[in-house]
């Protein structure tokens, strides 16, 4: 089982690309196969495009994770409330980079004012992928207490799904004088704070890595500082090599500032002072490694100091102009950004292996031995129908062909290659509304003119009805519906698939059905199941559309064609018989039903994970569980609920539904020879784009 890891700020300015990028380097070194994803770039400048973290990683590991999705993008989908939109862009993004892995390390979004939608959308990331989540600290300046209370509130942000913290930027001599730590090294500082934040006592949470501050981490380049201050070069020397330590700002005379004269110190002083010039070219002559000179102000230094000195500047010592005055260029240094400059390998592989060792290795090791198992979470389950769908594009027609959300669907799923959608009604009529509406109907979008196909098939339907005392002239009644029509074309292998429901009730699109495709030989009954599609999980509820009252033996036959049903949209099935009695707890007719059918289905699949029966929340809820069925293999993590009649089964995904504000797909029709599913006469546009696509891997499992 693949385990995910999400990479989540409990604050600013915590280093989280520097973890995150060391944690795949922490799992290199345990020989585990790991890879990469930021969903979303952050670019760290306005001018910047891209993602840092994205480039560190292909820059020093042989990983090559896709493009994050620019931010301008997400924000823009945000905006226009696509929320769901941009998660499955995500998903799909996620699968291409978590491909050949066993462990993917996701980096979670920073909250800034870029992008001040980040801390929500960590929660939603970590609900979409499924994902555990690695709280990433920084101790900083502050008490323990402040400390605890930050970690505190993210774990409960991340409720039973934490797998543990990171603290970076450790700091020994900060903590002696915060936090009271007398010891000496990282490792008694990191055994001091477990011991004296009661949440990592309190929330049995793990402490799995503690980063000590590094002053070389944060060293920027020469190169990095001139870019970022857009300084004239005046002399390059070992700009690209030479790393930042220390900023000094020179103004007094030469006795009084070479204390400054320090490999690595960076001095910034007025082009107009030669004395200081020379003296810092004189020091570097003399094998101190300064980190460079910056001259400040409108005028430039004296050519005559400058020819002095060119053989201290031929020697590596970088100078560099700007125009501001010193205190500004002073101020604008001890502002500028530390973050590692994309093309810094060296930084970064430091970065990297100052977190690795940081690392818990036992914890890497114990964290993957479990199992980890992983819910298929709404946008994935989207994504996955989709794509599956457009592997295979099947012809599936349309009845209500001039209902507007019918018509937007038709053409986003002939432009995503999701399906070949055929619209019954007339092309005229169509294509006006479609003006009305702004949009743009593509050449690949099919409009069949029931007009002009209705009479051929009046002779096949005369046939097929013939039991029942069909003629001529019911016949071509009959066929002025367009869902009998369409059903029709299914039925004579025209089309491969029929949705309809938007304008019709469930009776208008299931009774044609019935009456032409009819069941599949390895089905007792035809059924149906709907997808609830919770925050963190999609659920299979059976049947809660078609059979009001169904025996032990068709209920059996529900529970497996839903448990079939499951395992083909991509859900490991685990099947709860729903009852109000857990396994004997209650008695009655009801009861037996249920007891019957749940020994059918043990008897003729075996295979199948199925337990019951069980009251809704028996089987739903882990602690309830534990009580009324501790030694259930379903109880409390079911996803499978199959009901005893429709009166529980209709009136508990409605309830589901409506107060959990729960997106439902279906119902699916399942136990037809051919594909017909249903639509809500409420259904959204993406409603019924997704029933489309589940329509169309039907289609493909028929094949």
Same mark, same amino acid.
Not at 326 to 337: G, I, K, P, Q, V
């Given at each position: ?60 590991? @042989? ?7 620019p931010m301008e993008e997400a924000k823009k989908l945000l905006s226009e409330d696509h929320l769901e939109l941009l998660l499955e862009n995500i998903i799909q993004r996620f699968e291409e980079a978590s491909a050949n892995a066993d462990v993917v390390i996701v980096e979670g979004l920073l909250q800034t004012e870029r ?6 959308? !960590?929660?939603? +990331?970590?609900? @979409? ?41 450790? !700091?020994?001599? @900060? ?89 690595? !110190? ?137 209902e507007p959300r019918t018509m937007q669907a038709a053409v986003n799923c002939t432009e995503r290659g999701i399906a070949k959608c055929v619209l019954l009604g007339n092309p005229y009529a169509i294509q006006m509304k479609a003006d009305a509406m702004g949009l743009s109907l593509p050449t690949g979008l099919e409009i ?49 698939? +029929? ?8 009776? !208008? ?12 030989? @390895? ?31 068709? +209920? ?27 396994l004997g707890s209650g008695a009655g007719a009801d009861v037996d039903k249920v007891v019957e059918a749940t020994r059918l289905v043990k008897e003729l699949r075996p295979d199948l994970v199925v337990d019951g029966p069980l009251q809704y929340d028996a089987a739903a809820i882990a602690d309830v569980a534990r009580t ?55 259904? +959204? ?19």
């Amino acid at each position: 089982m693949k385990h995910v890891f999400l990479t989540v700020p409990t604050g600013a300015k915590v280093g989280l690309s520097t973890v995150s990028i060391g944690l795949v380097r922490a799992l290199e070194r345990q020989g585990v196969r790991v890879s990469f994803f930021k969903p979303i770039a952050q670019p760290v400048t306005p001018d910047e495009s891209g993602d840092r973290s994205t480039s560190f990683i292909r820059a020093v590991t @042989t990983l090559t994770p896709p493009d994050p999705i620019p931010m301008e993008e997400a924000k823009k989908l945000l905006s226009e409330d696509h929320l769901e939109l941009l998660l499955e862009n995500i998903i799909q993004r996620f699968e291409e980079a978590s491909a050949n892995a066993d462990v993917v390390i996701v980096e979670g979004l920073l909250q800034t004012e870029r992008f001040p939608m980040g801390a929500r959308l !960590n929660s939603k +990331l970590a609900q @979409t992928l499924s994902s555990k989540q690695i709280l990433v600290s920084a101790l900083g300046n502050r008490s323990l207490d402040s400390f605890n209370k930050e970690i505190e509130l993210s774990v409960s942000d991340f409720k039973g799904r934490v797998a543990g913290v990171v603290i970076n930027k450790a !700091n020994i001599e @900060t903590a002696r004088e915060t936090i009271n730590f007398d010891g000496i090294g990282i490792e008694p500082l990191k055994q001091f704070i477990i011991a004296n934040c009661p949440v990592f006592k309190n929330e049995d949470l793990e402490l799995i890595g503690m980063i000590p501050h590094d002053e070389k981490l944060l060293a920027p380049r020469v190169s990095d500082v001139a870019r970022l201050m857009q300084a004239e070069i005046l002399n390059e020397g070992d700009m690209a090599n030479r790393r930042v330590f220390h900023i000094e700002l020179c103004a007094r005379n030469v006795p009084n500032m070479l204390h400054t004269l320090k490999t690595g !110190n960076l001095l910034v002083t007025p082009s107009d002072r030669s004395d200081i010039i020379m003296t810092a070219s004189m020091a570097s002559l003399n094998g101190t490694r300064l980190a460079g000179l910056v001259l400040t102000s409108d005028q430039r230094p004296d050519e005559r100091i400058v020819k002095l000195c060119n053989m201290a500047w031929k020697g590596g010592l970088p100078v560099l102009r700007v125009g501001k005055t010193s205190f500004e260029t002073a101020r604008d240094l001890y502002d500028m950004n530390l973050e590692i400059a994309p093309d810094d390998n060296d930084r970064i592989n430091q970065a990297m292996e100052t977190v690795a060792i940081n690392i818990n290795s036992n914890w890497i090791r114990s964290t993957l031995s479990s199992e980890m198992k992983r819910q298929l979470s709404p946008p994935a389950f989207r994504h996955m129908l989709t794509r599956s769908a457009r592997k295979t594009p099947k012809r599936i027609v349309l009845p209500e062909g001039d209902e507007p959300r019918t018509m937007q669907a038709a053409v986003n799923c002939t432009e995503r290659g999701i399906a070949k959608c055929v619209l019954l009604g007339n092309p005229y009529a169509i294509q006006m509304k479609a003006d009305a509406m702004g949009l743009s109907l593509p050449t690949g979008l099919e409009i069949v003119n029931p007009d002009v196909i209705r009479e051929r098939y009046v002779p096949s339907l005369v046939e097929m009805r013939k039991h029942k005392n069909m003629t001529e002239k019911i016949a071509r009644d009959h066929l002025e519906d367009h869902v009998m029509l369409g059903t029709m074309m299914l039925a004579h292998d025209e089309v491969d698939g +029929l949705v309809s429901g938007a304008v019709h009730s469930s009776a !208008n699109t299931v009774r044609p059905a019935m009456q032409l495709i009819k069941t599949k030989p @390895t089905a007792k009954i035809a059924s149906s199941v709907f997808f609830m599609c919770l925050p963190d999980q999609v659920l299979v509820y059976g049947d809660c559309a078609i059979n009001p009252d169904p025996n032990a033996e068709q +209920l059996a036959d529900i529970a497996i064609q839903s448990a079939d049903s499951a395992k083909a949209f991509g859900i490991d099935p685990l099947v709860a018989m729903i009852s109000y009695s857990t396994l004997g707890s209650g008695a009655g007719a009801d009861v037996d039903k249920v007891v019957e059918a749940t020994r059918l289905v043990k008897e003729l699949r075996p295979d199948l994970v199925v337990d019951g029966p069980l009251q809704y929340d028996a089987a739903a809820i882990a602690d309830v569980a534990r009580t009324k069925a501790p030694d259930s293999p379903v109880a409390g993590k079911a996803n499978v609920f199959i009901f005893p009649d429709l009166n529980t089964g209709n009136t508990t995904y409605k309830a589901v539904q409506r107060s959990a504000n729960v997106i439902s797909i279906g119902p699916m029709l399942q136990g037809l020879r051919k594909p017909v599913n249903d639509l809500s006469r409420g259904a +959204l546009v993406d409603d019924i784009i997704y029933t489309i696509a589940l329509t169309a891997v039907q289609a493909q499992q028929n094949d």
